[in-house]
């Protein structure tokens, strides 16, 4: 499989899986206008590229929260994955681990995470899995301590915490197929009363509440020794917050879209974001990328990398293992290009002087 763009492989994967899988993952909320805007919202930001700056091959490594990653790009946290491919998760951290990358494994996730960790283990350059843990507070503290616990045990150094989702985002793609639950033998292994190797157990349902509140925060770090990343964090003030509580990092993102319709896209709201938080904390950004070029835009606004969800599964459906390495590779390649053409050496050296941004139609009615 020769992969030409994430966009081509993107008909792969729709050619590939049943109409209701491929619509659970590509689809968002309501109208899909976020959705949308996550992608076409980076077309409006223009490269100023750089000449005659001697830059040899451009390195892309670089450490993040302590880890020493081969590439800023990394796999951002999505369920289901056994549904793109038997292997399900499995295969998407031997792609992960070969690319030197960070996977965020989903609290949804169709695979164990033990199964996960020994999997990216199987492939990793240095042995490391380089795997995070994303969580859904749960109201029952006790099983989201021993959720994070499990996580911990695994080889999971950090936990990602989704804070957008006080209740479920209403996504008319699902419901027109009536997709509401998974096939028989397929379930989220990481929700099961026992770890794997026990007794069969009844599987939870993930339980959304609008009581969490800043506190769950304060309790969960005092409760895991695992540092934590806020993701769902799209407002200023909210930013500033996640600084005072302590966590680790913060990801900028809406959810692909599939929770709160029209909110802006997530390159739009990264600036003041990082305006807020002042280099205190890394940047996580998440949404809308599909070139080399999207990564640069979002690492020279202030995102010290970036994660992608949606081309992940595509690749997964289309080749399995093979297919999301390839996308990997293909960001990588895309971004060294890209990063040579902009006369820059290193991540370190891009910043907003490459920029340049083109008015909206909102912009150009209100002047």
């Known amino acids: 499989m020769q992969i030409i763009s994430l966009r081509e492989l993107e008909e792969e994967a729709r050619r590939r899986l049943p109409p209701a899988y491929y619509d659970y993952f590509a689809g968002g909320a309501d109208d899909e206008i976020t959705m949308r805007a996550n992608e076409t919202a980076f077309g409006r930001i223009r490269l100023l590229p750089r000449v005659l700056r001697a830059t040899g091959k451009p390195q892309i490594d670089l450490t993040l929260l ?9 796999i951002a946290p999505t369920a289901f994955h056994r549904l793109a491919h038997p292997e399900g998760e499995c295969a998407t951290a031997r792609a992960a681990a070969a690319a030197g990358t960070i996977m965020i494994v989903s609290m949804a996730s169709t695979v164990a995470i033990e199964e996960v960790a020994a999997a990216a283990r199987e492939t990793g350059i240095d042995g490391d899995p380089h795997l995070w843990f994303q969580l859904y507070l749960q109201p029952d503290r006790g099983f989201t301590k021993a959720l994070a616990q ?19 985002g209403h996504r008319e793609r699902e419901i027109r197929h009536g997709f509401h639950d998974l096939p028989p033998g397929m379930c989220c292994e990481n929700l099961r ?30 409760s895991t ?4 990343v806020l ?8 930013a500033r917050l996640a600084v005072q509580s302590g966590v680790a990092a913060i990801m900028v993102s809406n959810h692909g879209g599939r929770q709160l319709d029209t909110v802006p ?27 080399g070029t999207d990564a640069i835009k979002a690492l020279a606004l202030g995102a010290s990398a970036v994660a992608i969800g949606r081309p992940v599964l595509w690749g997964l459906a289309a080749g399995g293992t093979e297919g999301v390495a390839q996308v990997l590779e293909t960001l990588r390649t895309e971004l060294e290009r890209a990063l040579a053409l902009c006369g820059c050496s290193s991540l370190r050296e891009v910043g907003p002087e490459l920029l340049r941004f083109q008015p909206t139609e909102a912009s150009c009615m209100l002047s």
């Open 66 to 74: 302590g880890e020493r990653l081969k590439t800023p790009v990394l």
């Open 150 to 168: 499990r996580a911990e045990a695994a080889g999971c150094k950090t936990l990602v915490v989704t804070v957008d989702s006080p209740v479920f």
């Open 193 to 222: 009363e026992t770890a794997p190797g026990a007794v069969p157990a009844a599987v939870r349902p993930i339980a959304f509440s609008s009581q969490f509140s800043w506190e769950d925060i304060d309790w969960l770090m005092n």
């Open 225 to 228: 020794s695992l540092k934590i």
């Open 231 to 238: 993701k769902g964090i799209v407002h200023p003030e909210d």
């Open 265 to 291: 896209s997530t390159i739009e709201l990264l600036p003041a974001i990082a305006d807020a938080v002042g280099g205190s904390v890394p940047l996580l950004l998440d949404g809308g990328i599909r070139r």
